[in-house]
T-cell receptor, first 110, second 113 residues
Framework: QQPVQSPQAVILREGEDAVINCSSSKALYSVHWYRQKHGEAPVFLMILLKGGEQKGHDKISASFNEKKQQSSLYLTASQLSYSGTYFCGTIYRGTYKYIFGTGTRLKVLA | NAGVTQTPKFQVLKTGQSMTLQCAQDMNHEYMSWYRQDPGMGLRLIHYSVGAGITDQGEVPNGYNVSRSTTEDFPLRLLSAAPSQTSVYFC????????????FGPGTRLTVL
């Protein structure tokens, strides 16, 4: 069963912040985040390997709570270029299957 | 490096036809996977491979076959195309460690009439 992301969709104005959550019913090895522009392939954003780890570049950061089996992606001072669909990806403990979350569509308006 | 390449980019099939989607990577990645993405939906794992000669089923394997004879290539075969297989197919690869990013090919847009 794939991780569930929330919200399913969000609309922002330029400069606003957003949080995207990824929750799993199974234990996670790591969490990866990707962004997919319309008509294109997903592009890697970042990986979180350890529980409690937080990472970020530019104004996009993420955290991983291993005990709660969830990760959050934080987008601050959003830009038009942030528009797209965001996916978390993970490998469940004990498997080699790489599964993506349900996705969150984000649209940033001028 | 070309990264992950897929051919063809577009394909139209009639119900019952068979075809092979090609995927190749030049990064010496052990792990390769096939996903399908239906309009407005997420990515669902079809089949994956953890190395040459080793493949396994993903979430939606029915109607598809794979083989992995070399590290570089991971073709996906549609045995008897059905309209329900109309989708965008992405091939992806990554290194063996869980901390390594997954790289995607540009996708194959398949329509089954």
């Amino acid at each position: 069963q794939q991780p569930v992301q929330s919200p399913q969709a969000v609309i922002l104005r330029e400069g606003e912040d957003a949080v995207i959550n990824c929750s799993s019913s199974k234990a996670l090895y790591s969490v990866h985040w990707y962004r997919q522009k319309h008509g294109e392939a997903p592009v890697f954003l970042m990986i979180l390997l350890k529980g409690g780890e937080q990472k970020g570049h530019d104004k996009i950061s993420a955290s991983f709570n291993e005990k709660k089996q969830q990760s959050s992606l934080y987008l601050t001072a959003s830009q038009l270029s942030y528009s797209g669909t965001y996916f978390c990806g993970t490998i469940y403990r004990g498997t080699y299957k790489y599964i993506f979350g349900t996705g969150t569509r984000l649209k940033v308006l001028a | 490096n070309a990264g992950v390449t897929q051919t063809p980019k577009f394909q139209v099939l009639k119900t019952g036809q068979s075809m092979t989607l090609q995927c190749a990577q030049d990064m010496n990645h052990e792990y390769m996977s096939w996903y399908r993405q239906d309009p407005g939906m997420g990515l669902r794992l079809i089949h994956y491979s953890v190395g040459a000669g080793i493949t396994d089923q993903g979430e939606v394997p029915n109607g598809y076959n794979v083989s992995r004879s070399t590290t570089e290539d991971f073709p996906l075969r549609l045995l008897s195309a059905a309209p329900s297989q109309t989708s965008v197919y992405f091939c992806a690869s990554r290194g063996p460690l869980s901390g390594q990013a997954k790289f995607f090919g540009p996708g194959t847009r398949l329509t089954v009439l």
